[in-house]
């Protein structure tokens, strides 16, 4: 298990790469699950970037 610091870290570079890079933005929108899965991120993870990801396209 990573450290909660370590976690933080690649929800904010995921978050940063979803800012800038539109492809990846538009296959995390589209199906997060399989985006999700390549980082070693806890579930509570993966629902916090999931709910910045919602939020971030209405």
Known sequence: M???QKEAEIISEI???AASEAEFRN????DPTAIL???NISNEAKYIIRKS???LTQ
């Open 15 to 17: 978050l940063l790469k």
């Open 37 to 39: 899965e390549r980082y």
């Open 2 to 4: 990573i450290s909660r």
């Open 27 to 30: 296959s995390l929108i589209k």
């Open 53 to 55: 990801i919602i939020d």
